[in-house]
């Protein structure tokens, strides 16, 4: 890792419509979330994931999440993602237009079990159907999120060769289908030395064209920018954040906010890695987010004065 | 940089005392300084800026400074440390029997007006004199803190040839007497990948023995832990931290927390790297300062619930 030559990009993935807004007690209206969407739109944002595919009575926080992809499906240049949970989800997602499937199975058996109600043999059983779904449908994407890839709140500290069981698993059953993985830090406890192991280690036993890496984290024990920094230069090409640092797992017991996509800005630009996000826009998105209700947020750039951020 | 090989160990300078009870309006009483002291020598800290010798008028928080050093000066293992922003203020921490004296410097001529009242040439000239008073008192030791070495409240971004110049002259009135450089982050607006920069630039023109390298930070912009890690990949073998995240400058507008120890220590038992510092008793700590009056912090492990930090 030599800091002197950062990456000439990072892709920012903008999490706050999925993990963001769901983790916002009272559902927040339609019409907030497109008025939010498309303020991040405005600064630059062109990945987004917008919502996710599960049952509404367990997440009815995400129930609209078809509505927003009509919304905003035909944006030139826009690469929408919904996270989904199991087979039926991915289908719904496909039905409502989603070119990139975000599926979620975690790395720990409790935490899976909390967050999707199965264990991850089941997970990965309906991951074959996904994937078999998905090589019926040109131009579609698959994204898995490995949550708890560090830790889990139920069993702790999570080793990079427990990722690999699943992660190993996973990828034989891709085959050649191209694929984004991304080591989700669920709980924000992980480390920056912790995380460059992972990517070193998994790096090294699973390197291979079609495979990319990208980074999800969370700012609850301050590690947030360090984390992400050290993911990109250990080997991921995208970095998920949520723009005024919303966030949370509804399963997760005490994790808060995600990384606030200012803040991971702040610091790439710094290196001047190209992301295609203006920072002042993006703050103007912090600010309707931060103002929505329920909308508390952790991020840092928003608490100073905005004439010192020139 | 290799994130996968850490520094076996870093040497934190706990600076709450100065840094952070000096950002509290109303002077606390010495005696709960005395205790949150002790509470911090009990979590391990061996390295503690423990006041200041400046005009009571000024900083009147910082009036008792010698009572503290008589505390506390005959305790085995400590090296205590007081600021100085001239020969009047060395010679004081030097009838009170303080060892280390850190010298203050901003690189910038508009901050170090505003910070000690005086033009750099001026604090550079003196800083002569204190260099030849150190050299009379053997066993003494002289750390240089440059202040606004990364950005300055009033100039903006400060480039690493600006600090150069001022560390140039520095060296050249140091001779070969042992020093402990430190570039701070006066404001927090640092990026990671400036901090890098500098500390490589500067350590490739500058190194030698006897010449250390130390990192100064807070976390306003959320940088704290990312830029204080990146300096000990590029030279630092200190970095001052202020438990719970305390801390300020009263002459650096906008400037919030120092970067919280709790989060540096986290960050750094995470690739095994030693500090002494026992995390469970720093919080408890962290605790005693943020519940001091005036206490704000800004820390994210005090945040988290105890039961998640084992």
Request: charged residues 20%; hydrophobic residues 40%; contains cysteine.
């Amino acid at each position: 890792m030599n800091a002197l030559t950062p990456p000439a990009s990072v892709e920012i993935v903008e999490v706050a419509p999925r993990d963001g807004f769901q983790s916002i007690a009272t559902p927040l209206p339609t019409a907030d979330k497109r008025r939010c969407i498309e303020a991040l739109l405005d600064a630059g944002v062109t990945r987004l994931e917008i919502g996710s595919f599960v049952r509404p009575k367990a997440i009815p926080q995400m129930a609209d999440t078809g509505e927003l992809i009509a919304a905003f499906a035909d944006r030139p240049g826009l690469r929408l993602s919904a996270l989904v949970p199991n087979l039926r989800g991915a289908e719904l997602a496909l039905d409502h237009g989603i070119r990139e499937v975000v599926y979620v199975v975690s790395v720990s058996e409790s935490h899976n079990r909390s967050n999707v109600r199965r264990g991850v043999d089941e997970s990965l059983a309906d991951l074959g159907r996904v994937i078999a779904r998905l090589r019926q449908s040109e131009g579609t994407r698959l994204r898995l999120d490995l949550g708890t890839s560090f830790d889990c709140p139920f069993e702790g500290t999570i080793g990079w060769e427990q990722v690999d069981r699943v992660l190993g698993e996973a990828l034989a059953l891709a085959g050649d289908l191209p694929l984004e993985v991304a080591l989700c830090d669920t709980t924000g406890r992980a480390s920056p030395y912790q995380v460059a192991e992972h990517f070193t280690r998994l790096g090294e036993r699973h390197a291979g064209p079609g495979l990319d890496w990208a980074f999800h984290g969370h700012d609850t024990f301050g590690m947030g920018v360090a984390n992400a920094l050290f993911a990109v230069h250990h080997g991921a090409t995208a970095v998920d954040s949520a723009c005024a640092g919303l966030g949370g797992c509804p399963f997760a017991p005490g994790a808060t906010g995600n990384t606030a996509t200012e803040d991971l800005l702040y610091a790439l630009q710094g290196g001047g890695v190209a992301t295609g996000i203006d920072l002042p826009r993006l703050l103007a998105a912090a600010d309707l987010i931060a103002a929505l209700p329920g909308g508390q947020t952790a991020s840092h750039l928003r608490q100073v004065p905005r004439d010192r951020l020139g």
